[in-house]
Each structure stands twice: as C-alpha cells, then as structure tokens.
C-alpha cells in the first residue's frame, strides 16, 4: 500500500510528498453501493502513507470542499 501511492506520487514526479482522494461527493451513491460523503483522503511520503476515512455531508460541492480542506490539514500536519 504504501510503496504503491509513493511510486505513483513521488518517485514518478520526483515529489516529497503526495496527496490523494476518493470516494463518493454524489448526488447518489455509487454503484458498490457506498454512500454519499464516503470519502478517502490520504498523504504518501517516503516513509509513510496516512489514509483516512470520513463520512462527509451536504451537497457535492460541499463534499469535495470538505475533502480538499481535509487533505490540506494533513499536509499542514506534516509540515509541522
């Protein structure tokens, strides 16, 4: 898992780190079945990949928004 997400972020581009996310901003659940605002963010670094799973709500827009702020308190957590 790890090696995975860091080859496809890191070593391909040459990066430190890389970001990543998936799941399901709507309007409906997708076809395995998982919900709307099932959404998986995840930070690859050389040494470590953190994924996290969230449950997220509102309308699309407001879950891929959601998904983006979440992503980037990761990486300020990080960098710090």
């Known amino acids: 898992f790890r090696n995975f997400f860091f ?3 890191c070593t391909l581009t040459g990066a430190d780190f890389g970001l990543s996310v998936t799941g399901v901003a709507g309007p ?3 076809d395995a079945g998982h919900d709307v605002g099932t959404v998986y963010v ?3 670094t050389r040494n470590e990949t953190a994924a996290q799973l969230l449950h997220l709500s509102g309308d699309r827009s ?3 928004a959601a998904a983006a702020d979440e992503m980037l308190r990761m ?3 990080y960098l710090n």
Do not use: E, P
């Open 28 to 30: 409906d659940r997708d």
């Open 7 to 9: 080859d496809l972020h």
């Open 75 to 77: 990486l300020l957590d």
């Open 42 to 44: 995840a930070l690859s």
């Open 62 to 64: 407001a879950i891929r």
